[in-house]
């Protein structure tokens, strides 16, 4: 699949684009040129008429996040990281679905990683400048080893932003899958990348502020690609977070819930069952489901891959 996609890329912007003009993403609304002048309610009935518009053009790139997800797990399977870069609104959208996979998924360190023009500190307060140094990007990505094993996805409303292009230009040469996410149609940024998502949002409410319609778009946009990738990966059990890592009081009350959920259990079974599990829920589902034994149930989830349909499977044939 990521073969025909990558041949529908669309080509990158010339120059006088690179300058920002004729951006949508930076136009003016025609719809709200008097937002200003409104009652609250006819702001907010404005606004919320205009994330809608974000749904459906987010939905005219399934084909493309379908391909992107397919790609990831394949460099996953192999051991290899996914990397999420960009800079302003676009890095801190990456660097929120990083941080959120582990608590969510149970991944690994080091598997779902983001990097932030400015560094950590640009997640708190704007790093004027830091987005316009390609050669920082391009650093950030080599300052972590990138290989032909790992995905990279460049995050970037414009589609041009310096830092940005610099990091995924790196990343293609590294061998590594590049997946752009930008708001505007032939993003600069496509050149560089093997899969090229546009949600075309149109202007914002307010000309310029992309952390609106485009910011939601690119939400919406890594909701997809982490969350799928992770069920590809046998990190969750029907709907349910089953590889979460219960180690805090609400993790814990969620692990007994999937357990009472999944099997009718009291609140104290539930509870006894995970003990037994060693806290593990996939472990404690796989018992439960085949009346094995501890170390029986690990012994078919490592076999499974940690999937835990899988290892239900394997050990109800006998084999």
Known sequence: MLDSMRDQQPDALPPQDMLGESLITEQ?????????????????????????????????????????????????????????????????????????????????????????????????????????????????????????????????????????????????????LTIAIACNPRPAIAQFADISITPVVGPEVIAGSTRLKAGTAQKMILNMLSTVTMIQLGYTYGNMMSNLQPRSEKLRHRARAILRARFDLSDEQAARLLDQAGGDVKVALVMKATGTSLAEAQRALTAAQRSVKRAIEKLRRGS
């Open 28 to 176: 003016l609304n025609p719809r709200t040129t008097n937002i200003d002048e409104l009652p609250v309610i006819d702001i907010l009935r404005l606004m919320n008429e205009e994330d809608q518009r974000v749904a459906r053009a987010v939905e005219k790139e399934l084909p493309r996040i379908a391909a992107a997800v397919e790609a990831i797990v394949e460099r996953l399977r192999r051991g290899g990281r996914l990397f999420y870069v960009g800079a302003g609104t676009s890095g801190r959208l990456g660097v929120l679905d990083a941080v959120e996979c582990p608590p969510t998924f149970g991944t690994p360190p080091g598997m779902i990683e983001a990097i932030i023009a400015g560094g950590p500190d640009a997640c708190w307060r704007a790093v004027e400048g830091a987005e316009d140094d390609a050669r920082a990007g391009a650093a950030a990505i080599n300052a972590r080893s990138v290989t032909a094993q790992d995905a990279v996805v460049g995050l970037t409303a414009s589609g041009r932003t310096p830092f940005t292009l610099g990091a995924l230009e790196e990343a293609r040469h590294s061998g590594a």
